[in-house]
């Protein structure tokens, strides 16, 4: 019933920027907190940053400073500007967020997380 569109990745030189969306579509009532997460070669997924619906922000520490998330609200999105680049920051970049949804009757709601299918970011020279 809902799905997450991810775009923006690509292949940018250390110190350049990036710029990652992410679009909820489908029979959304509301969404709580969305997220980024990356995971890279032979490592586990981590947190990149999470915004709530209030627009509170968390950061990890690697990323404080560098990326900055936001989201619009009324376009169901998501995004995540990333600056001074680093080749440790190579990774496949998800977008995650928690949704309430109808299935059915507009009132026949359910809440669940759901997952972009990732976007590649290489950051080399």
């Known amino acids: 019933q809902v799905e997450l569109v991810e775009s923006g990745g690509g292949l940018v030189q250390p110190g350049g920027s990036l710029r990652l969306s992410c679009a909820a579509s489908?029979?959304?009532?509301?969404?709580?907190?969305m997220g980024w997460y990356r995971q890279a070669p032979g490592k586990e997924r981590e947190l990149v940053a999470t915004i709530t619906s209030g627009y509170s922000t968390n950061y990890a520490d690697s990323v404080k400073g560098r990326f900055t998330i936001s989201r619009d609200s009324a376009k169901n999105t998501v995004y995540l500007q990333m600056n001074s680049l680093k080749p440790e920051d190579t990774a496949v970049y998800y977008c995650?967020?928690?949704?309430?949804?109808?299935?059915?009757?507009?009132?026949?709601?359910?809440?669940?997380?759901?997952w972009g299918q990732g976007t590649q970011v290489t950051v080399s020279t």
């Open positions: 995650n967020a928690d949704v309430t949804y109808y299935r059915g009757s507009f009132y026949s709601r359910y809440r669940n997380v759901y």
């Open positions: 489908g029979s959304i009532v509301s969404i709580n907190d």
